[in-house]
């Protein structure tokens, strides 16, 4: 793929002509929407929810929304530690399988009930009724992960989640998991309580004015700290226009903003952008499902020799450095740096070894330069200068021989669903949210063969073995050589098209004192006017 393309003639040559546009919109001096008051934080985001049920989040941008609202027994705070949260304190078993948790006192739910280890041992096991069929992080991910068991309330303030089998991660996956009001949500159908959420939280729920804005408001006993007495989440689709408003002051916080318009919020008075290097893991994911294998492109990515020698077809430092305006190296596998495998290299960028290992697997150029057909689907507006990501990827595709039609579409009405419900493919793109307090947090994604996030179907007897092993050990030394050995089995065999670790621009208003973590997760608790 000539990337010269992508900055000469095609895709930067808009980027760049996108600061121009921003800088015009921003000429104007009336909007839709006042500089918010001093007592208010306005969050600019380029996706609405899908929902507001507690049990039912798919994105990161709803976990943000919804744990500003709903309280959790422990959280993870931005330097990895998992720290109280509703609960003051825990134990384990001593078989770890049981983790009791003791509530702080006081507490109340939105509806004005107490909560009570009732209400949270509520919550746990709403997620896995298998009349609620919910299918979002918790029940897809942290409970596939953690092999949940039940819930139940031991006393008032005591409450006993029961796993499985022993699980390193557990306490961090159960910090997941937000806590609601039984007496509420008894009440409502799954219908009613996804646009009605009753939360535990330091925010309680005004309204939601969908495609528009999500209002809160601080409750009078919040469980944790927080400054500001309103947040609103505003909707704001294109990327230009969250530049303009933020710059306009009609916003204190954007996410996702764009790398073409850094320089134009630099340049303002009003903002600057906070960069900070991701945790979250781009990929391309190759469908092993028997769904996809009847076509030719998904029967040719069951090939592991395939799935390699697409590896070194896409120049991906060439892609963040042109298309994210962000330098990064390459992933290795599925784990963040500071826990991946310590010799693993990342595949280069090399066309002629792709088309080389292509030949050797039986798939040589026809007199029309096609080796096989393939589609690529992609949501649109989720990610950093996604689309763009998503078309040059398909482009060093068809430079192979590997003619590749790019699919794009709309991320939360058809995507997301789409993904969920692991129909996405052949081959697709997304990002898995990533950490750095454990290289098991980042590998339960393939916990199991049926979990959540296991998007692609993977179902490899060597790596899902690994998992065995580590959990029925505490040898540190065991458990990272199983680590890498599975490391191993991922990046030669496994589903994924290894792209980077996101980096992550926010625009912030200089009127806030307000720093972004780097695993995405928007905390606003600490946010003050400065």
């Known amino acids: 793929c000539n990337i ?23 000429l104007p001096s009336s909007f839709s929407f006042a500089a ?92 896995a009724d298998p009349e609620m069929a919910f299918t979002g992080n918790s029940a897809g991910f942290v409970y596939k992960s953690i092999d949940f068991i039940e819930a139940r309330a031991d006393s008032e303030l005591d409450v006993t989640i029961v796993l499985g089998g022993p699980n390193h991660i557990a ?57 500001f007495e309103n947040i609103i989440w505003r909707v704001i689709p294109e990327a230009s226009t969250r530049t303009a408003e933020l710059i306009a002051g009609n916003v204190d916080m954007i996410t996702n903003a764009s790398p073409d318009q850094v320089e134009a919020i630099d340049a303002s008075s009003t903002a600057k952008v906070a960069k900070v290097q991701g945790t979250r893991r781009m990929y391309v994911g190759y469908h092993q499902g028997p769904e996809f294998a009847v076509t030719p492109g998904g029967a040719a990515i069951q090939k592991p020799e395939v799935r390699r020698a697409l590896q070194y077809a896409v120049d991906v430092e060439a892609i963040c450095a042109n298309l994210l305006n962000a330098p990064c190296t390459r992933m290795t ?72 039609k790019c699919d794009i579409l709309d991320w939360s009405s058809v995507y997301i669903p789409l993904i969920i419900e692991k129909k996405a493919g052949p081959m697709y ?20 063969p049926d979990s959540g996030p296991n998007y692609t179907k993977w179902q490899n007897e060597e790596w899902f073995k690994g998992w065995k092993v580590i959990n029925n050990t505490n040898n540190e030394y065991i458990i990272r050589r199983e680590v890498d050995r599975m490391l191993e089995v991922f990046y030669n065999e496994g589903p994924w098209l290894h792209l980077y670790f996101q980096p992550d621009f926010y625009g912030v208003s200089n009127r806030v004192d307000w720093s972004p973590r780097r695993d995405e997760k928007v905390d606003l608790f600490s946010a003050t006017l400065k």
Request: charged share 20%; with cysteine; glycine share 10%.
């Open 4 to 26: 010269s393309y992508f900055i000469d003639g095609g895709f930067m040559k808009k980027l760049i002509t996108g600061v121009a546009i921003v800088v015009g919109l921003i």
């Open 36 to 127: 918010p008051p001093d007592d208010t934080f306005v969050v600019g985001l380029p996706t609405d929810t899908r929902g507001l049920e507690p049990a039912q989040i798919s994105s990161r941008h709803t976990a943000n929304i919804m744990k500003h609202m709903f309280g959790q027994l422990y959280s993870v705070s931005a330097s990895g530690s998992i720290d109280p949260n509703l609960a003051e304190s825990y134990s384990v078993s001593e078989d770890g399988k049981e983790y009791t948790f003791t509530l702080q006192k006081g507490l109340t739910c939105h509806d004005g009930e107490a909560l009570t280890a009732e209400d949270a041992a509520y919550s746990f096991n709403r997620v």
């Open 171 to 227: 306490l961090g996956l159960i910090s997941e998991i937000y806590v609601h009001c039984k007496g509420s949500y008894e009440n409502m159908t799954k219908e009613e309580a996804a646009t009605n959420p009753v939360g535990s939280g330091p925010y309680e729920f005004v309204k939601w004015d969908k495609g528009s804005q999500i209002v809160m408001k601080k409750t009078a006993n919040p469980p944790i700290p927080a400054n």
């Open 333 to 404: 596998g599925i784990v963040n740096p500071n826990n991946a495998h310590p010799t693993l290299e990342p595949y280069p960028y090399d066309p002629e070894i792709a088309e080389y290992l292509l030949d050797q697997a039986g798939y040589p150029r026809d007199a029309n330069g096609v080796r096989f057909e393939m589609t690529l689907q992609a949501g649109e507006g989720r990610y950093l200068n996604d689309k763009n990501v998503v078309l040059a990827i398909c482009q060093y595709l068809d430079d192979i021989g590997v003619k590749t």
């Open 429 to 448: 793109f997304i990002g898995s949210g990533g950490a750095t307090w454990s290289p098991l947090y980042d590998m339960a994604d393939l916990s199991k």
